[in-house]
């Protein structure tokens, strides 16, 4: 079984990678809005079934970490909590399967998009990881990787 | 067991499953009137649908690949449901339950979290009959 470790979210702003650092949790979700697209014409002799069609796409990527301060990004591969922001600007950014030490070896692409952050939420309770969670709404289409 | 009641996408099994759920709901409509000689409801169903959701560890590229590929295309797939048995308890047995149609890909999750196991939730909206 693949651990969750090794597939990690990437922000690839001007083909760039940066890592999510510190990271925990993520979770692409993908949804599909349908309509029910039964007529008059649809046929009574097969039981009365609906029958629906896409009518819309959508997804977010839900992430979470540690919130750390002074934690080193000599290399300039990572996103710390303050390089990410609510904000209507659109990111790119793409999921991998990571190996190596760290997982930071980047090896084949699941999928890529571009995105917005939709909400940041920081948690810091005593005595415990101060923690945050981030949703960004995906932006466009999805691309499946080809790599 | 629930090991051997498995969601069928295409003619195979999915692979690495570990729950899956079959939901057939009937739309009904109230069709009393004041004929109604008492206070009871008549209802009659007008239309019927039904959905499988199946949730597994199956986090191979390919395998996460080709779903994310089946969510973006709007052609509609094979999904059904059987008793299984044999080898990996994928082989159908083709029970009196087994039923399949065609259905949307209409919610997909990929969970990754630190030190456990890739999960994949997947829904499919039935469009059409059952059979």
Redo the contacts between chains.
């Keep these: 079984?693949?651990?969750?470790?090794?597939?990690?979210l990437i922000f690839t702003p001007s083909d760039h990678n940066f890592f999510v650092a510190l990271?925990?949790?993520?979770?692409?979700?993908?949804?599909?809005?349908?309509e029910n697209s039964?007529t008059k014409d649809s046929s009574d002799s097969?039981?009365?079934?609906?029958?629906?069609?896409?009518t819309q796409?959508s997804g977010d990527i839900q992430f979470a970490g540690l919130i750390a301060v002074g934690t080193d990004d000599a290399a300039g591969e990572s996103y710390l909590l303050d390089d990410i922001d609510v904000s209507d600007t659109v990111m790119s950014w793409k999921?991998a399967?990571v190996s190596g030490d760290n997982n930071r070896t980047i090896g084949?692409t699941?999928?890529s998009g571009s995105g917005k952050i939709t909400s940041l939420t920081m948690e810091g309770t005593n005595r415990q990881k101060a923690t945050y969670r981030g949703q960004m709404n995906i932006y466009g289409?999805?691309a499946?990787?080809s790599d | 067991m629930g090991q051997h009641f498995r969601a069928f996408v295409g003619t195979a099994a999915v692979p690495?499953a570990v729950s899956c759920s079959v939901s057939i709901t009937g739309?009904v409509e109230d069709s009393s009137t004041k004929d109604t000689e008492n206070a009871w409801t008549n209802e009659q169903?007008?239309?019927?649908?039904?959905s499988v959701q199946v949730d597994n560890?199956d986090?191979?590229?390919p395998s996460?690949?080709a779903l994310?590929?089946q969510?973006?295309a709007?052609a509609k797939v094979s999904v059904g449901w059987d008793q299984t048995a044999g080898a990996k308890n994928r082989v159908a047995q083709n029970a009196p339950f087994a039923k399949a149609?065609q259905a949307?890909?209409?919610?997909?999750?990929?969970?990754?979290?630190?030190?456990?196991?890739?999960q994949v939730s997947a829904q499919y909206?039935?469009?059409?009959?059952?059979a």
């Design positions: 079984m693949d651990k969750g470790q090794h597939l990690r990271a925990t949790d993520l979770t692409l979700h993908l949804s599909a809005s349908t039964t097969d039981g009365n079934w609906n029958e629906y069609d896409v796409r999921l399967f084949k699941l999928c289409a999805v499946v990787g | 690495e739309d169903m007008t239309s019927k649908g039904w560890l986090a191979s590229l996460l690949r994310i590929a969510f973006n709007d149609g949307i890909l209409n919610d997909l999750s990929i969970q990754a979290n630190n030190r456990t196991n890739i909206q039935g469009s059409g009959p059952l």
